[in-house]
Structures are given as structure tokens and as C-alpha cells.
């Protein structure tokens, strides 16, 4: 059957059309097959005896039978790979349009129907070759215990370890060259970009690319940025509480890592009543007191 | 109406209890500004009242007058007319004539008003940031934007119908509406809270059972985030959305002030609850009511950040202090405000000996006479207590200020920040004079007698106990101590000016004797003559010797004999003032004297400015080894006179010695950097301070490289900030940065980590920009040349390109109060005025839109104010007074005519084409009618007339038509009055207009002597009305409908009837028995409702 040889084979010798020369060949092999499946489409509409379609209509029928060949051809592939073979036989396709619900003793039939209309052979496009991969290095032989049959062994270079000599830098000087260098550039080509992507000011007429400033923008509520810490400066400050600075002063922060940040916030006297969380229900605050319903009037 | 219009109303209702003191009550006057009255009743009968304002526009309208001291005298004239401390007021209520038998039982009245308050434009202010969501989402929130100034500017009845007086004490009963979502805090305590009745708004009912002065009443609205404070439950603080963290931050540590004033003053806090409110936009930054402070929001800080942390604590001890003194007691009249001021600031200090220690006290004595003295010999005397005779205004105390010291409405900024300066340091000397163990003595027996008045219920004459006058004060302490203090009083407290001593010495080897010469200068202003005793510390090689030396009226000369023989004991330690023994290298010392140092007045007990005369050597001596802060800071700032190699050394000493004081090791840097240039061509060695940063912060392998940083240490932190900024200043033989230090700086900021500390470098970064700034020198320009990318100094190119990197990854992270950008925008404008980059206003100008944060429009309107100079751009100058007028935030329109006055586009004495007629009508009208909202900016604007045009009529304006003088005491007529500025201002008369009306000159011939500003006060005395002081002056104004319309009203209703009003008229001046009024009035409450 006609889906069968879609799919299955790799290759189908057709004539070629003159056209559009400037795709591909894996385009043009493409289209070629589609081109097919639409004069498939069209030739089953004139059978059913439509006169003319719409485009459209024609795309979505097409686009329905190629959606179901396909499904057609990956389930028969893979029947023929559950038993272990590469190339599917007419059983697999079998198989597979009875789990697909087709009725398969109706076939023979339809296909010897007298209306049925012949369609010329699809126009021969060649296959699109696949590049070669890039080779390097010596392959390896098999050893002597391996059969000669199984696969080669791949390209060296995807398997073996290559060692560099290098040492890691870990000058200190050169570190922190690098970091301080490193960060500028970081900044400058971001500060840029924004500036690049926004509005701008200048310090010089003339030229407004070589200083380029990120225009001055008015905000509704100015002090929330001002006052609170940027989300950088936190994360910084989480990961120094954490780690060295600890032992330079911090005996208050010692054995609840949870309680750190909420610590931070608090004096460093930390007197902070331990039975904080049990009190806050004992605090009588008139403005923790909820808001009283109105009384009723008197007079209505 | 709009939405907006409906969210900055008000609708309120006050009601007061008044119970009569005199028979005849038939009018009460009360203060009131910005409302709509909508009704008046008195004991539920209809009361007809009248309303005026002469305030609102202070010289009549077509009146071509413009000179400052007709000014001056009218607006002092105003607002006596409204004074409530000798009783009267804009609002002028008749009890109907029902209700006269009544009062003269002397029974109960009740005043109900109903008012509303629409946009108002000073007393409340109200901040609604433009974005979507309901109110509370964002952040809306309103406040009275009264604060210490404004309070003793009682800015009260700008908001609230009320006897805007400290004196009025009354109980008060407060209920505020607002919607659900808001937060009301007041002062006194919350009662209770409830809903209306569709659940949309709520009712904060307060009661403040202490009597208290509408003054000291405020109120704060917003959808503020509420923190109970964890050690003390009944203290409350309140916040912006999202600011909680901070708030939690900050405030942790207000126990500890609690803590301290209780212990000191040996009394608890009076009131039952405490609130802190943090609002933005807020008019200054600390201000006290009663039982509730409003603080700017931008003191909040989070954990990270270093410098604001002692301000932020600074700022809530003096809250704190001015709660006791201030709140609770309150002044008794405007001329005893000192002793509150000066209280609040004495314990305020005792507050940060303890707290930051006793060199940060000393330092900051010191800093606050320096400054005290700056001021009173640039502008003349500072004067504690004024007294004002009998309404004689011709004897004006302070002839040399160009406004009144009599109203705190009257008084420039500026001044009143000196005025608390002296205040708290003269109550320093009365410490020194009779121990602090006695001072806080007589504190706690005026906190004791307030608090046991207060409980006092209904019997308001007790009440008087909580207000103190100067007499009371003066009283308590001679019982306390036993001693008279009346001559320091009269010296520093009923006198204006400083002193200013010259001191030199020579040794007489014979007589081994120290001959020192103290001389005064008495004669310039803001100076006064120094008469008593004054201590003089002399350091020998024996020990040190303090002497008490009597100055007297002829006496020049003193001898003090010394102990040491010359001969120096070349083994001995040498012992110091403090018990302490130390070796010295004596080699610098003159071989026949045995003199190391000689210290004038060294506890700062005189308000003195010293001038001594004393070798480098001995200047060198007293900077290593005196351990006074204040000795070495006076060490630092003589020897910038001595360039020499020693001196060199002996600052390098102190910049490396961990035990010295910071802040003097900071003043070291600067002193050590100007000494450098003066050395240029003889300097030895790096560039000064740059081996001593590279040995204290750089690495040890690789010495280019600064460490990450780490703030652990403050003291090394704040060092480590300065270096830079004063290495900058150094210049080699071109004049020009030295090449070495500014790529150092430039390494500095390319190496800067910040990533393993625990604090923000926020402040430190901002000051390596300053470190640029100050690294940059006038360019090179052939033949104004102009400025473009390409002919830029390459040095100058490497700072561009950090500041526009800092600049703008600052949009990115933004630092903390922006401290970055203020350094960027102050960096830029000295990249333009030096020439390298194109003047350019624009750039500045975005930056002090609203909408940034505050600190930034600052720097950015800095800026422009120089430019404007700079430039003498009207166009500039015109943006800025329409900003003035214009912008929404109440504390930029202040700073920019205070930044307008300390760099004035031009002065009196300059040409100026920015000098013409339309900038005096724009500046005068301003003053006159459209500043009327704010005390404070009208002030200003005076200051900065003052600046700009003098006293007289301005130089710039044509001379008068006809350019007449009506000489009125000798009746004739002198041309050209422009030449003859000291004529007596009321008789300056510039225009026909003005001559046709019959001006007010006119009228009080009889008693002004010409050269004295005319005072309304004199025409009061003449005329058989109180309350038409004033307006006489308007009586040929008959045009004006309102004023017409009063003054029928008071001839016809009330002048008519031969009865008192409320103060009554042969009580007009104010006395400390408090006399003036007449009927007190017990509970006022004031219901308010946000609509």
C-alpha cells in the first residue's frame, strides 16, 4: 500500500519537477511528497463527487491524511522493532491498522473499486542526504572477543579523556584582577544595553553615544528603593551571615540558622522575650484590638 | 469633583468648654486658618461670627511699596492681630447677647464649630502617589505636617480651629473618621475604634486626659503597618507598606532611650502610650506632639547600613527628650521657649555622652559653638529672651536682624536652628555652674509639679504648673542649688552675641613667670564684652596647672608664675592633666621655657571664639599629648598655618594611632593634605597619606589591590571613607591632581569588593566619587573652545566613564537614600563648572522632578542653584521660584530658597543683569500673599529678598514717578528717596497711587520717630479697639469686600458696646502670671472626618 512505501522505505525514486530551485533538497524532497498527498486528496473529492474545494479545505483534508499515514508508519515501525527486525513487513502494517480500528477486509475491495482514479507517480525528487558526521582520530578496532559484527566503536574523542596541563589560576592578584575586571565589563555591557534600549541623557550635545546616561525616570513611591535593601544586597548578607563572618563577631547568631534573619533584625542585645510568640497573644494594644461594630441606633 | 479633589478633604467639627474667668465675656477669639466655617453655636444658640486673616496677603494689593523693612514691620503687624497669646485670633466669635448673663455668673459655655478644609495647603499634608489601587495599596497617607519648627510656628490652626497658643492648656477628646483601611493615630489613647455604620470607614476615638496646648496636637492618617514595640508594649510604632523590616530594625533600640531619660530625670515618661509615625514627605525630620512623635520615613535603615544608624538614633533621643520638655511641659510664652529648647537639648546631650561616649560629646560641643559662634559674628546676635516693653516696638532687641524676633511665625529658619543651639549650650554653662547633679534635680522637681498638676481635674489653674517660664526655671534652680546664676543669665540669656578673645603669651625666663595677654574684641557685631572669671590650662614639664584668672574691665596682661624650672630632667615622664605619665621627645622645645602647651577656657565654659597665639611646636605637643578631643581638634585646625616637616609628623602620628578619637583622626586627614600642598615643592617621599592607606586596607602581597572590604570596625571604616576624599585634594608644582592619586582612587574603585561584607558600602563608594570631585582642577580652555567628546583630557575621560558607570547601574541597584547618584549629579556639575564638560542645566533638571527620591532633587536642585549663579541664567532662576511655588513636597520648596540664599544668583552689593523689577514683583508678591500657607517659606522667602535686594527698596527698580520723600516730622518733601535709605520705611511713600490713599505713615506721626519700622502695636495703644491693630491699615482699602465687611462689623457690632473682648485691652502685652486670658477652656474635642 501506498502509506507503506511512505514510510517504511528510505528512499523513492521519482522524476523530478522543475521548480523552485532555490530550496533545498530536503525541501524540495518534502514538498514533492506533499504535492502527492494533495492530488490524493483531490482525486478522492472528485470521486465522492465534489466538483471543486476550497483551498483550505483541501490543506486540513491533507493535512488529515498525512497526520494519519504517519501515525500509520511510526506504529508499524514499531511493531517491526518490537520484534527485534528493521524493516517492517505487511503483517506489522496489518497489526497496526487493526489497533487502529481499520477495517482491514474492506480493503482489497476499495482498492479494486471501479471508479477509482489512477494518479500518476510522484515526481522523483532526490532523498536529502544526511551529512556525513565529522570523523576524527583513529577509530578503534574491535577486540578480539567482540564479534565483528557489532558496531564500531564511535570517534575516540567521545569516550576518552583528554588531560590539560594548565594549572588553575589562583594567584591573588590575579584573581581579583580578573573578578574586578570581570564585573566592570559585566556592568559596562549591561548599563550599556539598558541605555542602548531606552531613553537617554547626555553630558554632550554632540554626542550622545560615547557617556550614555539611563534617563533619570521619576518613580510614584521614590523612598521603597531608596530604604530597602536591593535583593542583591540580601542574598550578599545571607551568604556572609552564614559563612566567615561568624566568627568575627556574631555570638548572637549561633545555634538557630533558621532564626538568623529574623535575629538580624533585631538588637543585637537580643533580650528578646523567649516566649515571644506565646506573648504576642498576652499583648494588649488598642490598636491590635479589633474594630468594634457600630451600636445600634436607638432611634430609627 | 475629581477623585483627587475628594481625597484631600476634610470635614470637621470642634466643640470647646469654656468656662469664663471675667465677667463681660461676650467675644472669644480663636485661631484658625485654611477653614471653611461652616457654623458656629454657643450653648446650642446660632452665634454670629467673623473671619479674618490679615496674613493672607500681608501689604495691601496695589501698594507699590517693596522694601523689606515695610515688610518685615506689616507681617509682624499681622501676626500680632492673630497672636493668641495676647488673645487674639482670625476667628472672632459673639456670644449672642442671651447668653452675657450667663458669663458674667461666669458659667459654662459651650463653641461648637463645624468647618471643613478643602486641599489645604499647609497644617495637613497629604501624600498620594500617583498609581493604581485602592488608597491603602498605595501607601496614601496624611499627616500634620507640623513639626518642631511648624509646631512653635503653630501651624495648628492651619487645620483645626483651635487657641493656637502653648499656653491654652485643655483635655481633649479626639475622634477621627477614616476609611476602613486606615490607620488614625493621634495623641493620647485609642479608646476604642468602630465602624460606621456601612462598614466602609472607621471611627478612632482617642482621649488625652493630660492637659495639653493645641499645639501639641497632631494627627497621622495612613494604611500604616502597625509594630508593637517588643519591650515596651504600650509604645507603638507605625509605618509605609513593605518598610516593616526596617521599622523593626530601627526602632529596636528605642527601649534603651526610654530607659536612660527615666533614670536621669528620675521620672517616668508621662504619658500612658508612646507612637512613632514614619510618614514621607515629611516636613522635617523629628517632630514631638504629645504621647506621639512623626518622624521622616527616610530615617528607617535596614541592618547593613552604618552611617545612618547613629542619626537615626540621634534623631529619636531628641523626640524623646522634647516629649518631657516641650509636650508634657510646655513654654509658657514664645519668650521662654529657650528653656525648652535648651532643656530638651541638654538632656539630649547627656543622651549621647552616654550613649556614644564623652569624646563624641565633647566633639559635638564643640561643633555646636563653632557653629553658634559662625553664626552670631556673620549675623549678629542670637537673643534667648527677648523682652518686649509695653508694645514698644521702637526698642527693638535685635536691630540687626531684617525680621522680628517677636513671633515664632516671624523668625527665619536659620535663626531658630541657632536660637536651640545657644539654648542648649547656655544650659551647659548653668550645668557647669551648679553641677549636673543639681540640674537634674530641678528637672525632676518641674517634671514632679507638672505631673501632679496635670492629674489636677478641671481645677485648670493648677494647670499653669505645667507650663515653665524662664522666671519659674530661674526660681527653681536658685532654690535647688542655692545659687546665683543671674549674671550668666544676664550674659548669655537676656544678651545677644559671643565673645571673641585674642590670646598671646611670652615667658620670662627671670622671674620664671608666664606673661599672658587676653584681649577681647567688643565692637564688631554679634559680639559682646566678656567680664569674670575664665580658666586657663597650662602644661608643663612638671605637670599641668589649671589657673582661674579674673577678666576684667582694663586688664590685659596676667602673670602666672610657673612650677617647672626650665632645666628639663632629661629622665621623667611627664605627667598629663589626666593622671597619666608619658615620655616625650623634647628636643623640638624651646630650651629656656618649660611650657608645652597653653589652653584658653578649655571646658568651653565661655560662648567664646579663641584666637591664640602659640608656637608650631607647642601646637604639635598639645596635638600628640593632650587627650581632650577638643585640645586636638583646635591642635588640627592651627597647625594648617605651620607647613612644616614636624607638623607633617605629628599628624601622621595621630592618623596612625588607634586609640585617638576618630573623627579628630579624620580632621587629620584634611589638615594633613592642605599642609602637603603648602609643602609641594619640598615633599618627601608618596603623596601624603597614600603609604599609611596602602599599609591599614591594602593587601599585603600585592599592595595596588584593597582588601574586601570589611566594616567591622567603624573607627578604621570612617578612615577608610576620608583617606581618599582629602588624598584628592593634594596638588603638585602644576596645581593639578597628582597622577599617582588619582589612579590610585581609580584603583580603589576598580578593586572595591563588597561581596563577604556584612554591611552596605553604599556611603563608601559615594565618597570615592567625592574623592574624584575633589581630584578635579579648572581645564585648560584656548579660546573658549567648546566642550565636546573628542578634546577631553584623558584623566578626565577615566572619571566620566566611573561616574556614568556608577550613574547608571545605580537605575539598576539602586543604593541606600541613593547616596551614589547625589555623588554622581554633585560630581557632574564640577566636571561642568571646571570646564571640561559643556555647562548644561538639563540633566539636573530631571533629577529634581518630584518623584525622586528627596535627597537626589536636593543635590540636583544644588546644582542648578549654582548653575543659575554660575551662568546668572533667568530662565533657570525662573524654573526654580516656580518650583518653589509649585512643587508638592513642603521641605524642597524650603531648601531651595535656603540653597538659594547661601549661593545666591547675585547679592545686593552685585550688578546683576538677573536684577530687575519683575523678579522683585515675583519674590515680593511671593512673600507678601503666596507663601501665606507656610510660616516657614514665607520666611525664607524673606531671607532670601534680604539677599538679594537689602533692607531698602531695591537698587534695580526705577525711581519713582514723582521720587518723593515725605519727611513727615519735619513736613517737607525730598526728592529721590532711593538715595536716602535709611529713611524711616512708612514714610517712603513711592508712587502718587500710594500718597493718594492716606497712607499709613501718616497717621502715627505723632509717636514714630522716622528710622523706625512702624508697629501696628502703637496704633492699638491710640485707638479704643484691640483687635483693629491691624487693621486700621486696611481701612482705606475699602475695596476689599472681606475686610470691609469686619470692619462695619466691628464698629457696628462690638466697638460699639463698651465691653472687653477675650484678652482685653489694657492687657495687650503679655505677662508670665498668664493674665490675659480670661476664661480657660477645660475639654475641647475635635472630631474629624477624611471624606
Known amino acids: 500500500v501506498f502509506s507503506v512505501h511512505m514510510v517504511g522505505e528510505g528512499s523513492v525514486s521519482i522524476c523530478s519537477i522543475a521548480g523552485k530551485a532555490t530550496s533545498s533538497p530536503a525541501e524540495n524532497y518534502l514538498l514533492a511528497r506533499r504535492r502527492t498527498l494533495q492530488v490524493v486528496v483531490s482525486a478522492l473529492l472528485t470521486e465522492s463527487g465534489f466538483e471543486s474545494a476550497e483551498k483550505a479545505a483541501v490543506e486540513t483534508l491533507t493535512e488529515m491524511l498525512q497526520s494519519y499515514i504517519t501515525e500509520i508508519g511510526r506504529c508499524a515501525k514499531a511493531y517491526c522493532e518490537h520484534t527485534a527486525r528493521s524493516v517492517p513487513t505487511l503483517s506489522d502494517t496489518v497489526v497496526t491498522l487493526i489497533e487502529m480500528g481499520f477495517n482491514v477486509d474492506t480493503l482489497p475491495i476499495y482498492a479494486k473499486r471501479s471508479q477509482r482514479m489512477v494518479i500518476t507517480a510522484p515526481p522523483v525528487t532526490n532523498a536529502p542526504v544526511t551529512p556525513k558526521a565529522l570523523s576524527a582520530g583513529q577509530k578503534r578496532t574491535h577486540p578480539a572477543h567482540i564479534p565483528s559484527h557489532f558496531p564500531e566503536f564511535p570517534d575516540p574523542h567521545t569516550y576518552i579523556k583528554t588531560p590539560t596541563f594548565r594549572e588553575p589560576v589562583s594567584d591573588y592578584q590575579v584573581v581579583r584582577e580578573k573578578a574586578a575586571t570581570q564585573r566592570r565589563d559585566v556592568e559596562r555591557a549591561l548599563t550599556r544595553f539598558i541605555a542602548k534600549t531606552g531613553e537617554t541623557q547626555s553630558l554632550f ?59 538580624s533584625m533585631l538588637p543585637p542585645s537580643g533580650v528578646v522575650p523567649s516566649t515571644k510568640a506565646s506573648e504576642d497573644n498576652v499583648i494588649d494594644n488598642p490598636y491590635l484590638r479589633p474594630v468594634k461594630k457600630p451600636k445600634v441606633r436607638r432611634k430609627k | 469633583m475629581s477623585n483627587e479633589d475628594l481625597y484631600h478633604k476634610v470635614v470637621g467639627y470642634v466643640e470647646l468648654t469654656i468656662f469664663p474667668t471675667v465677667v463681660n465675656l461676650n467675644r472669644i477669639k480663636l485661631n484658625s486658618k485654611q477653614c471653611r466655617i461652616y457654623r458656629v453655636r454657643v450653648n446650642d444658640l446660632e452665634a454670629p461670627f467673623l473671619y479674618n486673616d490679615p496674613t493672607l496677603e500681608v501689604c495691601h494689593h496695589e501698594s507699590k511699596q517693596r522694601n523689606l523693612n515695610y515688610f518685615s ?119 476604642e475604634t468602630i465602624y460606621t455604620h456601612d462598614m466602609r470607614k472607621k471611627t478612632f476615638h482617642y482621649i488625652l486626659p493630660i492637659p495639653t496646648a493645641a499645639p501639641n496636637i497632631s494627627l497621622a492618617v495612613g494604611p500604616f503597618e502597625i509594630l508593637v514595640d517588643p519591650y515596651m ?32 530625670l528620675t521620672c517616668r515618661y508621662p504619658y500612658s502610650c508612646f507612637k512613632t509615625v514614619f510618614v514621607d514627605e515629611a516636613y522635617v525630620q523629628v517632630s514631638s506632639y504629645a504621647s506621639m512623635s512623626i518622624f ?51 538632656i539630649y546631650g547627656l543622651y549621647l555622652k552616654k550613649t556614644f561616649g564623652v569624646n563624641e560629646y565633647r566633639h559635638w560641643i564643640k561643633q555646636e559653638l563653632d557653629k553658634i559662634v559662625e553664626y552670631e559674628l556673620k549675623m549678629g546676635g542670637v537673643l534667648l529672651h527677648p523682652t518686649f516693653s509695653g508694645g514698644k516696638e521702637k526698642d527693638n532687641p535685635t536691630p540687626h536682624l531684617h525680621f522680628s524676633i517677636k513671633h515664632p511665625h516671624t523668625l527665619s529658619w536659620e535663626y531658630y536652628k541657632m536660637f536651640q543651639c545657644k539654648a542648649h549650650l547656655v544650659m551647659r554653662l548653668i550645668e557647669n555652674r551648679i553641677s549636673m547633679e543639681f540640674m537634674l534635680q530641678v528637672f525632676n522637681k518641674l517634671l514632679s509639679l507638672a505631673s501632679t498638676a496635670s492629674s489636677q481635674k478641671y481645677q485648670s489653674h493648677m494647670w499653669s504648673q505645667m507650663l515653665l517660664s524662664t522666671h519659674a526655671f530661674l526660681k527653681s534652680i536658685s532654690n535647688v542649688s542655692g545659687k546665683d546664676i543671674g549674671p550668666l543669665i544676664k550674659q548669655w540669656v537676656d544678651q545677644s552675641g559671643v565673645v571673641k578673645f585674642f590670646g598671646s603669651f611670652a615667658f620670662n625666663r627671670k622671674r620664671n613667670v608666664l606673661e599672658l595677654e587676653i584681649r577681647q574684641d567688643y565692637t564688631s557685631s554679634g559680639t559682646q564684652k566678656y567680664v569674670g572669671p575664665i580658666k586657663v590650662t597650662v602644661q608643663e614639664l612638671d605637670g599641668s596647672f589649671n589657673h582661674m584668672l579674673q577678666i576684667e574691665e582694663n586688664s590685659l596682661k596676667h602673670d602666672i608664675p610657673c612650677h617647672s624650672k626650665s632645666r628639663r630632667n632629661k629622665k621623667k615622664k611627664i605627667p598629663l592633666m589626666n593622671g597619666e605619665e608619658v615620655d616625650m621627645d623634647l628636643s623640638a622645645m624651646d630650651a629656656d621655657s618649660p611650657l608645652l602647651w597653653i589652653r584658653i577656657d578649655p571646658d568651653m565654659s565661655i560662648l567664646r571664639k579663641v584666637e591664640f597665639e602659640q608656637a608650631d611646636f607647642m601646637w604639635q605637643y598639645q596635638l600628640r599629648y593632650e587627650r581632650d578631643v577638643v585640645a586636638q581638634e583646635e591642635a588640627i585646625s592651627a597647625l594648617e598655618k605651620f607647613p612644616t616637616p614636624a607638623s607633617r609628623l605629628a599628624l601622621t602620628d595621630i592618623l596612625e594611632q588607634e586609640q585617638c578619637f576618630y573623627k579628630v583622626r579624620m580632621q587629620a586627614c584634611f589638615c594633613l ?141 539602586p543604593s541606600f537614600r541613593n547616596t551614589i547618584t547625589v555623588s554622581c549629579l554633585r560630581a557632574i556639575r564640577q566636571l561642568q563648572k571646571n570646564g571640561h564638560i559643556p555647562s548644561d542645566p538639563s540633566l539636573f533638571k530631571s533629577y529634581a522632578q518630584y518623584g525622586h527620591f528627596v535627597d537626589v532633587r536636593i543635590a540636583a536642585l544644588e546644582a542648578l542653584v549654582d548653575y543659575t549663579r554660575v551662568e546668572r541664567s533667568s530662565g533657570e532662576l525662573q524654573w526654580l521660584l516656580s518650583m518653589v511655588q509649585n512643587d508638592p513636597v513642603h521641605y524642597v520648596r524650603h531648601k531651595i530658597l535656603g540653597l538659594l540664599c547661601k549661593n ?113 502695636g502703637q496704633i492699638l495703644q491710640q485707638q479704643d479697639d484691640d483687635g483693629r491693630g491691624f487693621n486700621t491699615m486696611e481701612d482705606e482699602d475699602i475695596d476689599m469686600e472681606t475686610v470691609h465687611d469686619s470692619q462695619a462689623f466691628i464698629h457696628h457690632h462690638l466697638n460699639l458696646l463698651e465691653r472687653p473682648s477675650t484678652p482685653g485691652k489694657h492687657t495687650h502685652t503679655h505677662t508670665h502670671t498668664h493674665t490675659h486670658t480670661h476664661y480657660i477652656h477645660v475639654l475641647k474635642t475635635l472630631l474629624i472626618q477624611f471624606t
Open chain 1, 205 to 263: 550635545k554632540d554626542d550622545i553615544t560615547t557617556f550614555p546616561l539611563i534617563a533619570a525616570r521619576p518613580s510614584t513611591i521614590p523612598y521603597l528603593s531608596a530604604l530597602l535593601p536591593s535583593e542583591l544586597e540580601l542574598q550578599a548578607l545571607e551568604e556572609t551571615d552564614s559563612s566567615e563572618q561568624d566568627d568575627q563577631t556574631d555570638g548572637e547568631n549561633t545555634d538557630d540558622p533558621g532564626a538568623d534573619k529574623e535575629n
Open chain 2, 73 to 191: 514691620s506689616a507681617y509682624t503687624a499681622a501676626v500680632s492681630a492673630v497672636d493668641p497669646d495676647a488673645g487674639h485670633g482670625e476667628l472672632v466669635i459673639k456670644v449672642p447677647s442671651e447668653l452675657w448673663k450667663q458669663g458674667d455668673d461666669l458659667k459654662v459655655l459651650k463653641v461648637y464649630i463645624e468647618f471643613s478644609l478643602d486641599q489645604p495647603k499647609g497644617g495637613l499634608h497629604f501624600v498620594v502617589p500617583d498609581v493604581e489601587g485602592s488608597m491603602a495599596e498605595r501607601g496614601a497617607h496624611v499627616f500634620g505636617s507640623c513639626d518642631e519648627k511648624m509646631k512653635i510656628f503653630s501651624c495648628h490652626r492651619f487645620w483645626f480651629p483651635c487657641v493656637d497658643s502653648y499656653s491654652e492648656l485643655c483635655t481633649w477628646k479626639l475622634e477621627f473618621t477614616v476609611d476602613a483601611s486606615m490607620v488614625a493615630v493621634s495623641c493620647g489613647d485609642l479608646v
Open chain 2, 233 to 264: 508594649h504600650e509604645v507603638t510604632h507605625f509605618c509605609l507598606p513593605q518598610l516593616l523590616p526596617l521599622l523593626k530594625h530601627s526602632m529596636s533600640f528605642l527601649h534603651e532611650i526610654f530607659e536612660f531619660y527615666e533614670e536621669i
Open chain 2, 296 to 346: 521622616s520615613t527616610n530615617l528607617l535603615h535596614s541592618a547593613m547600613i552604618i552611617d545612618q544608624t547613629p542619626q537615626t538614633r540621634r534623631c529619636l533621643a531628641q523626640a524623646l527628650a522634647q516629649q518631657f520638655f516641650g509636650c508634657f511641659i510646655s513654654r509658657m510664652s514664645w519668650a521662654d521657649e529657650w528653656v525648652l529648647k535648651g532643656i530638651s537639648g541638654y
Open chain 2, 673 to 813: 593634605a592642605k599642609i602637603a600642598n603648602a609643602m609641594v615643592s619640598t615633599w618627601q617621599g608618596p603623596p601624603a597619606m597614600k603609604s599609611l592607606f596602602t599599609r591599614m586596607f591594602c593587601c599585603k602581597s600585592c599592595p595596588n589591590i584593597v582588601k574586601t572590604n570589611n566594616f567591622i570596625n567603624f573607627q578604621s571604616y570612617f578612615l577608610q571613607k576620608t583617606m581618599p576624599v582629602a588624598m584628592a585634594l593634594l596638588r603638585d608644582v602644576q596645581n593639578l591632581c597628582p597622577k599617582d592619586v588619582l589612579n590610585f582612587i581609580l584603583d580603589l574603585i576598580k578593586y572595591n569588593d563588597n561581596r563577604k561584607n556584612k554591611f552596605s558600602d553604599n556611603y563608601y563608594r559615594a565618597d570615592l566619587i567625592e574623592a574624584l570631585t575633589n581630584s578635579l582642577t579648572p581645564a585648560i580652555s584656548i579660546n573658549n573652545e567648546v566642550r565636546t567628546v573628542d578634546n577631553l583630557n584623558a584623566d578626565v575621560r577615566l572619571i566620566l566613564e566611573e561616574i556614568t558607570r556608577f550613574l547608571n547601574m545605580e537605575k539598576l541597584l
Open chain 2, 904 to 1016: 545666591p544668583p547675585f547679592t545686593k552689593t552685585t550688578d546683576s543683569a538677573l536684577c530687575n523689577e519683575a523678579l522683585v514683583d515675583q519674590l515680593w508678591k511671593f512673600m507678601n500673599s503666596g507663601a501665606s500657607h507656610d510660616w516657614r517659606l514665607r520666611c525664607d522667602a524673606v531671607n532670601l529678598y534680604y539677599m538679594l535686594f537689602g533692607l531698602t527698596r531695591p537698587s534695580c527698580l526705577p525711581l519713582p514717578e514723582l521720587g518723593l520723600v515725605l519727611n513727615l516730622k519735619e513736613k517737607k518733601a525730598v526728592l529721590n528717596p532711593t538715595i536716602k535709605p535709611e529713611l524711616g520705611v512708612g514714610a517712603v511713600m513711592d508712587t502718587p497711587a500710594s500718597i493718594g490713599q492716606p497712607p499709613q505713615g501718616l497717621k502715627r506721626k505723632a509717636d514714630t520717630p522716622l528710622g523706625s519700622p512702624p508697629e501696628p
